[in-house]
């Protein structure tokens, strides 16, 4: 429970603030690993609408860490969704995308830094890894 309201607060401070999806409104769930620093891997799961969303289910122990290192080396395994687009923000000079075989197809988007970028992730099935460093 804990975990939940530090990433809704994380979300919202990167968001802005934006409103979230009414119960009712139809949602693209995505799936993905993120690997930090060649430690266990942060499995997650997103539910986007058109309205913003927050990273949910959870599986990583360390995940409240990752949240915290906000260094210039550091990934940043925020969530949020923009008009049914979801982003993964992430500090670029920390990724080495040649390490993973595991890759699916996205496109690099600009993250809400000016020194960042994001991963998109284009309508994807559950059970997909989107990423996976």
Request: proline share 5%.
């Amino acid at each position: 429970m804990l975990r939940a309201v530090i990433l809704l607060c994380a979300a919202l401070a990167i968001n802005g603030g934006g409103a979230f999806a009414e119960e009712n409104a139809p949602a693209k769930v995505f799936r993905y690993a993120i690997l930090i620093d060649q430690h266990e891997p942060i499995y997650g799961e997103v539910a986007c609408s058109k309205y913003p969303c927050q990273m949910v289910d959870h599986k990583a122990s360390d995940i409240t860490l990752s949240l915290v290192r906000y260094d210039d080396s550091s990934v940043r395994p925020i969530v949020y969704c923009r008009t049914r687009n979801c982003y993964i923000p992430y500090r670029s000079e920390n990724i080495n995308l040649r390490k993973s075989g595991r890759l699916l197809k996205f496109s690099l988007a600009k993250g809400p830094g000016p020194r960042d970028r994001a991963v998109f992730l284009q309508n994807r099935q559950v059970g997909d890894i989107i990423v996976a460093f």
